[in-house]
């Protein structure tokens, strides 16, 4: 019996998942690795960055920082980017492409322009300090776009007439949302919450230019990424 031939697709498929994933199997490759250089040979096994890392408390307080941060940019984002979605694709009025190409356009948006304008906002015309509120602050600007396109892709073509259906057996609109809308838009919800979770943990430019003494793990990251010495415990 013949071998099956590999046709060029599944080779090109192949290819393009090592491309992109391949680089990733070497961070727990060398974070094992008895040697503080990156580099081939490895010197032997070690769980020694393991214990580095986990005594290092900046490292852990910036994790922490960023869990909670992204934990609450991604609940905001989504709380404000639900009710908008809805609104655009429940109600049809003048300008609703415009409005829709507005909300997006925080995507476009290089992160150092926002992160210069931010910082000049905040120091200069609203004197507060930076913090991981700013930091924050920053963050919403790019999630909630994030949400609201999520969402709107999700409401899109949402039944109407389960809601008339609702609305006609005697339910009002508050209890309408939250027993009929609410769990058939469940899906981007989470969907939401998961994109704008991951955005904002691993956000660096807008971070940088906000944050203040307190870090978030990207910014302690790179600028640990100096110090040959302390790469592998980053790898860790």
């Known amino acids: 019996m013949r071998p099956p031939k590999l046709d060029p697709f599944t080779i090109y498929g192949a290819a393009y998942v090592l491309f992109l994933y391949g680089p990733l199997l070497l961070i727990p490759i ?26 290092n408390r900046f490292l852990l307080e ?32 003048a300008g609703r492409g415009f409005v829709t190409g507005m909300i997006a356009v925080p995507l476009v948006v290089p992160g150092i322009v926002f992160g ?57 609109a508050w209890h309408t949302f939250w027993r009929v809308t609410f769990p058939l838009a469940l899906p981007g919800v989470l969907a939401s919450m998961l994109l704008t979770f991951t955005v904002c943990f691993d956000e660096v430019v807008l971070a940088f230019f906000l944050s203040g003494t307190e870090q978030t793990l990207p910014i302690y990251i790179f600028s640990q990424l100096r110090f040959p010495q302390r790469l592998p415990s980053v790898l860790a």
């Open 116 to 172: 210069i304008a931010l910082l000049i906002m905040f120091r200069r015309f609203l004197d507060i300090q930076l913090s991981l509120y700013t930091v924050g602050a920053g963050h919403l600007l790019i999630c909630v776009p994030f949400a609201t396109l999520t969402l709107l892709s999700r409401l899109e073509g949402f039944d109407r007439s389960l809601e008339e259906a609702s609305h006609n057996l005697g339910e009002n």
């Open 30 to 55: 060398f974070s094992f690795n008895d040697s503080i250089y990156v580099a081939f040979p490895l010197k032997g096994f070690t769980l020694q960055w393991y214990e580095q890392m986990f005594g």
């Open 62 to 93: 910036a994790g922490l920082n960023s869990l909670k941060l992204a934990s609450a940019v991604a609940l905001v984002s989504t709380a404000v980017g639900l009710p908008a979605a809805r609104a655009l694709t429940r109600y049809r009025f």
